[in-house]
């Protein structure tokens, strides 16, 4: 019952911003725009359409597919499995694939070809 209550909080608090944003956007765009660059004052839609805009070509889509937390959760486990050569082994071969010295003249090195 608990997790119900959280997901409506949660869902009350993205709406609130949802708005939120809309009317501090409309607010600013209104307060700045037709002062500075006399452009026409906009409505609390065209508003919401700027952040959403903005968010695609400012701050990407940042989608959660795979990988996230639990792929790094694999990677640390995997570098501390290995061995203090195998650790060394994978940092050169990286290093050569990826063109990265890792501050280690061994890294300039070709990997052995097994």
């Not at 639990?70 to 203090?84: L, N, V």
Request: with cysteine; charged share 20%.
């Amino acid at each position: 019952m608990k997790w119900i209550y959280r997901g409506i909080g949660i869902a009350a608090l993205m709406v609130l911003a949802f708005f939120l944003f809309g009317y501090v956007t409309m607010y600013l765009w209104n307060w700045l725009m037709p002062d500075l660059f006399n452009l026409k004052t906009i409505d609390f839609t065209q508003a919401i359409g700027l952040v959403i805009l903005s968010k695609i070509l400012l701050g990407g889509m940042h989608m959660r597919g795979s990988g996230g937390w639990g792929q790094k959760r694999f990677w640390k486990a995997k570098w501390e499995s290995m061995t203090p050569e195998d650790r060394d082994k994978f940092k050169t071969e990286f290093a050569v694939r990826c063109k990265h010295k890792w501050g280690k003249a061994e890294a300039t090195a070709e990997p052995n070809q097994a």
